[in-house]
């Protein structure tokens, strides 16, 4: 049975392309859970576990996932993932400043971190610094790539096994990096996954964004909607 990867970004009613409002995104998960879906995080995508699954991804790790998101999350018993970017930690999307409609948000602090592993979430990367990982070289790649796992290691005693690249940029270079460090890695490839047929380190996604209505949504994680967009 495919599996829906949700990739989100932001809950927030701040109108924002990127963010889905929390009446919405409480509506999504709440339908997931009355059609008898279960949600994990990205690092038990292979388990054997309920037929019903999906996978909930957030990218950039938003303070806002910490405040709206996780309480819906765990009043329904789902996990979910965050791809945090170590060097923006407290800090904000600075990597988005030169698009047009830049909205300034706050990213989660280290605190905020501890909490969310501590309720049982799953913290991945999203490298150091959010650069394109395309744009550098090996060596470059190499610290984008490998630091955060020493990092969340030493600091909150874990060891990281999801991956996520910024801007959905990668290439062969990239692969090899990532093959013996991380068990999984996802893209903005769209399709729902399917054991056997995705390679591990390029797991495709279903996108939620602002303009996603329930309907669409359901369309989304339910039927071949995303799968007929998958392009290799």
């Not at 018993?77 to 930690?89: P, Y």
């Not at 913290?123 to 190499?142: A, F, I």
């Not at 874990?158 to 990096?177: A, D, M, Q, R």
Request: aromatic residues 14%; hydrophobic residues 35%; positive net charge.
């Amino acid at each position: 049975m495919p599996i829906p990867v949700l990739m989100y970004h932001s809950i927030s009613n701040d109108n924002n392309k990127i963010s889905v409002s929390v009446s919405n995104f409480k509506k999504q998960m709440r339908l997931m859970h009355s059609l008898g879906y279960k949600g994990y995080c990205l690092n038990k995508i292979n388990l054997k576990t309920s037929k019903k699954k999906f996978v909930i991804t957030f990218d950039d790790g938003y303070e806002n996932i910490f405040t709206e998101a996780m309480p819906i999350l765990k009043e329904l018993n789902f996990s979910a993932t965050c791809f945090i970017v170590n060097k923006k930690i407290g800090y904000f999307n600075d990597w988005d400043k030169k698009q047009k409609n830049f909205k300034k948000k706050k990213l989660m602090n280290k605190k905020q971190i501890k909490i969310w592993i501590k309720n049982g979430f799953e913290v991945g990367s999203h490298t150091m610094n959010h650069y394109n990982l395309k744009t550098l070289n090996e060596n470059q790649k190499k610290i984008q790539i490998l630091k955060p796992k020493q990092f969340f290691k030493r600091e909150y005693g874990v060891n990281i096994e999801s991956f996520s690249y910024p801007f959905g940029s990668y290439n062969v270079e990239c692969l090899k990096i990532l093959k013996n460090k991380y068990k999984f890695a996802v893209t903005t490839n769209r399709s729902r996954y399917v054991k056997g047929k995705f390679n591990r380190l390029e797991i495709p996604r279903v996108p939620v964004n602002s303009n996603t209505s329930i309907f669409k949504y359901f369309l989304k994680i339910s039927t071949f909607y995303e799968d007929i967009k998958f392009k290799m």
